[in-house]
């Protein structure tokens, strides 16, 4: 017997001894019980971003900031619109754009940076754009996980340890980022050393 | 294209359960994975080529998620391999123990083997289904086999060398 045959042989024996036949209609029925879950999250996703995009408009009617700038989202160079509003002492975003799929994104967020001496002051553009440039760690529904940063891509999916860390050093950039990823609980980054979780 | 999840069960429900089976090594989370594979195929709208894409799918996102679980649950897999498969009637001592020493592999070294065994995956093909690239399989088949090779040769000698003890 080859060792493909024996191979063969014991996985026959494996799945005949231990597997148990599966039904479709209860695979449909799992699946309602998914599509009612994401339509939960979607539903909450829906008044953030209603919330988000009414302050927006409001903050636009003060005399907001509305530039065209090209990021990189997930390794694709997108055009992006920025809209910025200064509200105080911080900064409210949207950047919207159009994904490789065609569909409309908005990302949102916001944020307030201390001077020398102490006090409050909105972020700059620059700032902004830093974060959104930032690297993302994107898990993918085939379990897969990457991280991007700029053109570069990287999939990580076995780079976890047993703690569900993982240590990953970009080079795209000018200098080298080392990020410290720990699985489905946020990241890291440091220009000279890896950041102990 | 897409086929209804009847037929998919009934021709590829035992491949994912082998290919879950390969990298968790524990029936109960790899009929899990088959489950979890099989919900996310029949609520994702993802148009395919042919039948042969469709499976290659199935086999990548099961092990995949095989993959999570191990990492999620790594505490659970305290039973040892031997436990596991102690009642399970195999055709010969032979193919139980070439199947306890390919179980025993480094997870990356078994997955690209049961790929080339089980399904007779091509290398391009592992390579595809692991998205890595098709040195990196060649490596993971050769290491792995030679590994194999070694114990099984280690066994052997076990096996003669009681064999001579008790004779003496």
Known sequence: MTDREKYKSAVEAVASSKMH???ASDIMKNSKKTFRFKGLVIAVAAVILLVGACGAAYAADLGGIQSKVQLWFQGELTDVTLDISNNGSYSEYTASFTDAEGNPRQIMGGGVAYDFFGKERPLTEEEILEELNAPEVVYEDDGSVWVYSGSEKVEITDMFNEDGVCYV???????????????????ATSRSRYVTP | MRLP?????DRYQKNLFAAAYNVCANAQDAEDVVQDTLI????SNKQFNDE??????????????????????RWKNTVSLEELTTDIPFEDPEVETFFDEVM??????????????????AVKDIAKCLQISEGSVKMRLSRGRDLLKERLTEDDDNDRSGKIQKCG
């Open chain 1, 169 to 187: 050093k970009l080079t795209g950039g000018k200098k080298p980022i080392y990020m410290t990823i720990q699985y489905q609980g946020g990241y």
């Open chain 2, 40 to 43: 996310q195929y029949y609520s």
């Open chain 2, 52 to 73: 042969e894409h469709i499976k290659a799918w199935l086999l990548r996102v099961a092990i995949n998620k095989a993959k999570d679980v191990t990492r999620r649950f």
């Open chain 2, 104 to 121: 025993n592999l480094p997870e990356q070294y078994r997955v690209a083997i049961h790929l080339f065994y089980y399904e007779d995956m």
């Open chain 2, 5 to 9: 999840l009847e037929l998919l069960i």
């Open chain 1, 21 to 23: 036949q599966l039904e």
